[in-house]
């Protein structure tokens, strides 16, 4: 299998937080996954992309930040806190305070934030290169505002590549990814790029730190092992699912799933859960195979450049 960098420049979109005045600045695979599908139902290819996704060396990345190279979410529990005297203990602490804000880290700086030695001017911190506004917008005599994130920055998402993926990543640039598609929002330009040299050999490879690139879950006999010396947050997926069958918007199943960045010893497949509310027509699929890129294999290599 060939993994393939697809690399996403947005200008405007809402991506929904679970209120219609908030957009987040960046997307889980599952999301990606859903507008895929939604994709492929329009080109009648859906059997084929799901039997693809479903297979096990399809690999799906949650959306990262990439500033002049890929960036990477923040390993939890990294870098880890060391002792330090007294004198030293305000400026730790003010260390401490800019780590926490700190939700991505450049591919290069990775082995240096592991062993807390990162240039910490180039980290991403929250709010860096986007910008979250809402907008007021009337239909008739009743304004609502729709949560808007403007984009000065890349994104991209790892994935495998295949003829059929590329094919629904190039039609999803024009219809759009997240809410207010109708408005003109979540349009994006793609671009395909290759991996940087020694990247692929670091994913999904053998170790026993392994940190996740995918908001992900394992399966139930997976479950118990994959916990055994985790360090990891979690992140609760919910929202509601409409069918034209049902004729409503229906309150989806709420799914708890490791979130990207969380360390593993022992990584995990995951799955490709069904979420649809009790008695709906279909199913309503949400992504969680594990990614899982090796920490220990980027400190060996001292980062890896771009």
Do not use: W
């Not at 806190?81 to 203990?89: A, D, F, S």
């Not at 190039?170 to 793609?190: I, P, V």
């Amino acid at each position: 299998m060939t993994f393939k960098i697809y690399r996403m420049s947005f200008q405007r979109a809402h991506f929904g937080k679970g209120y219609l005045d908030t957009s987040d600045m960046l997307f889980d695979a599952s999301r990606l996954y859903s507008a895929l599908c939604l994709e492929a139902i329009k080109n009648d290819c859906l059997n084929e992309f799901t039997e693809l996704a479903e297979s096990d060396g399809f690999f799906l990345s949650d959306a990262f930040p990439h500033v002049g190279e890929p960036y990477f979410p923040k390993p939890v529990c990294y870098p880890k806190k060391r002792m330090v005297r007294l004198e030293g203990l305000k400026e730790d602490n003010e260390k401490n305070k800019l780590t926490d804000r700190i939700v991505a880290v450049p591919m290069s700086e990775m082995s240096a934030f592991i062993r807390g030695e990162a240039d910490y001017s180039v980290l991403f911190e929250d709010q860096e290169g986007f910008c979250r506004s809402s907008i007021v917008v009337r239909k008739g005599e009743d304004p609502y505002e729709v949560g808007v994130t403007t984009f000065s920055q890349d994104v991209y998402v790892l994935a495998t590549q295949s003829e059929l993926l590329d094919e629904l990543m190039t039609s999803l640039q024009y219809s759009g990814l997240g809410g207010k598609r109708s408005s003109g929002y979540g349009r994006f330009d793609l671009a395909i790029e290759e991996l940087p040299e020694g990247l692929e050999e670091m994913l999904n490879t053998d170790g026993n730190e392994q940190m996740l690139l995918t908001t992900a879950l394992p399966q139930d006999a997976e479950l118990h092992q994959a916990m055994t010396g985790a360090r990891y947050d979690l992140k609760k997926s919910s929202g509601f699912a409409y069918s034209e069958t049902a004729g409503q918007l229906v309150r989806k199943q709420d799914l708890y799933k490791f979130r990207a960045g969380s360390v593993f010893v022992n990584k995990f497949k995951g799955k490709i859960a069904d979420v649809r509310p009790d008695g709906y027509p279909h199913p309503v699929y949400n992504f969680a195979k594990g990614l899982f890129l090796d920490l220990k294999g980027v400190r060996e290599n001292e980062g890896l450049s771009y």
